[in-house]
């Protein structure tokens, strides 16, 4: 029986750290490790109740209630959303849109992941749907057009992350509907850190062109006019398309936020109908892809909810805070200390994990020290979009390894620099909120 | 044995079947409430409560069907140092500890729905649903990624 | 069983909400008045997991000890927790008292049969209509498209020709921005919290309803207790209560004088408006009568009902 809540917590890592390195399933990783905390604490429970008991009614509760939420039912929606896109022409024809403008650029097709998976984020609603999405498109036309890979998988796996970043955002609605927050100001309040972000990449490609020219291969794309540019910007059309349907959807008051992710399904259905290459067997294993990948994160996140709600009965969430509280950090070093706290769950835990785990302890620790919800919402967001690309549990990593056959350190490799930029993007938002609050405050009633 | 494994595989792709029918069911609900709020000026009131209901039914259902398609997750740093052997002791280890949770969580949650039932619980919404019936689903589909657990510790032990 | 004890208390606010801190107070008192033998830290945010319809089944089955339970979200498990919420069955504080010490022992047998101890309870502030236009007849409330956080005010609004929109709480602010939602029914605190003032001009006091919160405990944790302990917590449930209907009050007080301030226009009820409220008001009443079990019926008949 251990009964310092905060030894009981690293008890409890190390009980995480062992299943997660045998290869249990996630989902069963963190159910163990919460019932193994609430076996060692002393619950204190009257002689009529058993722990088993008790422990049972918690797990069943919380199978049900983290699931049955209307936010997260955007959730498989979002994925199968992407799934459609895949499976459709409309993602070749992205890329055959894009390529004219690119050409000019040092690093010419190297930006496509950029702008490809800054233009995807703005329908889908998730990091993983976006790198999927994006990446199975244009890391095989990368290749077999010479470019190198290694710039070629970093620059996927860090714009993959601002699917999460651009509305609309599946964290940012979760994170909404534990604070308290606007979701449509979290919304606004993630475009200009996004589009730096955008900017730095592309700024950092065309940097490690310049400096080291092999990494281009010899000019092959013909040279286009700009009546061709024009031409094939039609081919991008359908991407717009859906991005005013699902955006403009939210903002001219049609739907919610949570909507929105039925419109763009019904939408990317619509363009895949019309553009007739969907054929009903796609259809059919668009589905079931996404139902899969809907049950795994759901899975991860029902075990998340039971952990979660032991950490709360047995008083880590409060031990945590009043101990961070009676450091008296200034305002800097307190995001700093969470930072860092948020860079280690990141690497064993998935995005949304984190957020539901750790909210209701950070949250209030950090509005004490001044900072608003709303900052702390995009803030987050950049150590989610992290989470998504360190080891060993990055869902953007899984999905790269997936779509490129290639090794993992090798992935690792190409992605640090990337996993630098963001980290530098996190600091700027903390010492320039305003480059969060800028577009909110110019929102009516804002 | 190998009669086993398709009737289970059967089993979890029917309930992956239900599940996608269910994620359809959502984008319908809520495209139903979009345009009846936008064109008819008036509100399902069920969309975000049956909404709920549905992700939970197809996230249960479709996690055996998953298992099957290696889509849940895990960390497989150690796993792969280890040779043939020992990823064997290492799965039938992992496994079993899955199925028991699965069957302990799969206890519960009848526990949970009876419960539910016998003391009439109901939502705190317009369409006042009885409680027990979205949740029956979640042991159905706790049976199902149980089957699929036993299914995989049989694979395993025979590989 | 030991003379320290600690309990978990589930509350289903934020913190800074005065029903949480309510919790908070009567945890304060138990601490004081058993010298420290019972401890009771009050978990706020729903972060024990437990947030709805199942409040009333968690403490049953002591998966929390105990809890701050709104009543009207537990009427589906017992009918009779949702009196309070039915709309302009009482229309002040003091009428609002009087209907809660009239329906108290129905309240406390319908804790006991679900093996819980009723400690006390305390009503929200009144919800009224926070609304874009002026509200002063019923023919106002046409076509609004509302905002409403239960079956009865959704009931309430459509018959008198609203148009009610369920939506969690927290996509309230942006639906006003975007004009998804034109209108909320609400308190004046709860309204406050959201600075309505920013996209909205008008609160009608429609006296819509004063729902109540009540805090309750395990049977099988209280009956570990001993009769001293028993006697301690009793006493400062009775003092919490006076405190947090006095809180309710002012917090109403308050969040009306911060609306004003800052320019939204207050509306009283005239009585050619009240009629027609009524009205709609008797109609889901008599429904609720009409179909109510034989315990709730019971109870009514002895309120007087
Ligand atoms: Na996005
Ligand atoms: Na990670």
Redesign the interface.
Known sequence: MIGDPLVLALAMVGVMFVL?????????SL??TG?AGLLMYDL??????SIW??I??????????????????A???FV?MGEILYRTAISTKLLNGLVPWLTRIPGRLYHINVVACSLFAAVSGSSAATTATVGKITLDELTKRGYHKSLALGSLAGAGTMGFLIPPSLIMIIY??LS??????LFIAGIIPGLILALLYSLYIISQSLLHPEYVPEEQEASYSWGQRLGLLREILPVFLLIALVLG???????????A???G??GALALALYFRNLTWESF?EA??A???????I???I?GA??L??IV??V?I??ALSEYIASLHLSPYVLILVIGIMYLFLGMILDGISIVVMTL?IVL?IVVQAGFTPLWFGIYLVFMVELSQIT???GFSL?IIQHISQQDLPTILKATFPFFLIMIFMAVLVTLFPELVFYLPAK???? | MERLSRFVEGLCTAG?FF??LF??G??IL??I??VMR?LFNTSTMIT??F??????A???L??G???H?E?????????GRLGPVGRKR??L??GS??LC??L??L???V??VLDTRSLGMRADTVAETPLWM??AV?PVGLGLFALQLFAFLVRRARS | ??AA????CNAIY??SNFHTQGAEHFAELVHKYTDGDIQI?V?S?G??????S?LLK?VK???VPMSDILMGVVAGSEEIFGLSTYPRIVSSYAEARELYEAALPAYKKACQKWNQKFLYAAPWPPSGLFSQSKVQSAADIDGLKTRTYDKNGAQFLKKLGGNPVS?????V????????IDSVLTSATSGKDGKFW??LDHFTALHFAYPLNMLTINM??W??LSAEQQSALEKAAAETESFQWEASKKSNRDSLKVLEDNGLRITEVDAALAEKLDAAAADIFEEFKAEADEDTKKALQAIGM
């Open positions: 997660l390195l045998s290869s249990t399933w996630i989902g069963f159910i163990g019932i204190n429970l009257p002689p009529t109740l008991d008790k049972g009614d918690l797990l069943a509760n919380s199978m049900w209630n983290s699931m049955n939420s209307w936010a997260l039912s959730l498989p929606l199968f909404g509907v308290d927050t606007s979701i449509g100001k959807g939210i903002y001219m008051g049609i739907t919610t936020p949570t909507e992710a039925a419109i399904v019904v059919k589905c079931l996404a139902v899969r990948t809907s049950a795994m759901c899975f991860i029902a909810a039971f979660s709600q709360g009965f008083g969430a409060r209701p209030p080891p060993p549990v899984f929102m009516v009633g804002g | 992956a599940s996608a994620m359809i959502i984008v809520i495209m409430e979009v936008s975000s409560e909404s709920g209901y549905f992700l939970v197809l996230v249960v479709g996690l069907h998953t298992l398609h889509g849940h997750i895990r960390i497989t740093l150690l796993r290492l799965d280890v992992v500890l899955g949770l699965c302990f969580a206890y519960f949650t526990l949970m979205p949740q979640i | 069983y030991g004890m600690k309990m978990n934020p913190a830290t978990h945010g972060s024990l997991g437990f947030e709805g199942e968690a089955d002591a998966s939506m969690p709480w927290g996509e602010p942006s639906a006003l921005n975007t004009g998804l920013e996209v099988d944790y009956n570990a």
